[in-house]
């Protein structure tokens, strides 16, 4: 009879965010035991549709990243081109003046 009051007295909780089942002693309040959620298994159609959408952030990334290098690397370019032209222009002029 003794083990029926006692378990009169405690109560079990499931967390709202992790779903953590949690016993708590009605008297004291303090938590007894805590369980951690069980997690869910997803079905190989969800697998596959969260890595398709991983593997084509990926590919956009890597296509953001390639177009930013190759603006980079072309600018690069025309101020080596203009740099190039001045100088050309300024060995031209010295040796006139």
Known sequence: MAETKDEARVFSLTCPCCEATLWVD???RAVLR???AKKKKGS???LLVK???RQ???D???DATFELQKEKHDKADELFK???EKAEKGEDEEPAA
Request: zero cysteines; charged letters at 55%.
């Open 26 to 28: 009605d008297e004291t």
């Open 82 to 84: 203009k740099a190039l």
């Open 34 to 36: 805590s369980e951690k």
């Open 51 to 53: 890595e398709h959408k």
């Open 60 to 62: 956009r990334k890597f």
């Open 44 to 46: 190989l159609d969800d």
């Open 56 to 58: 084509s952030e990926f």
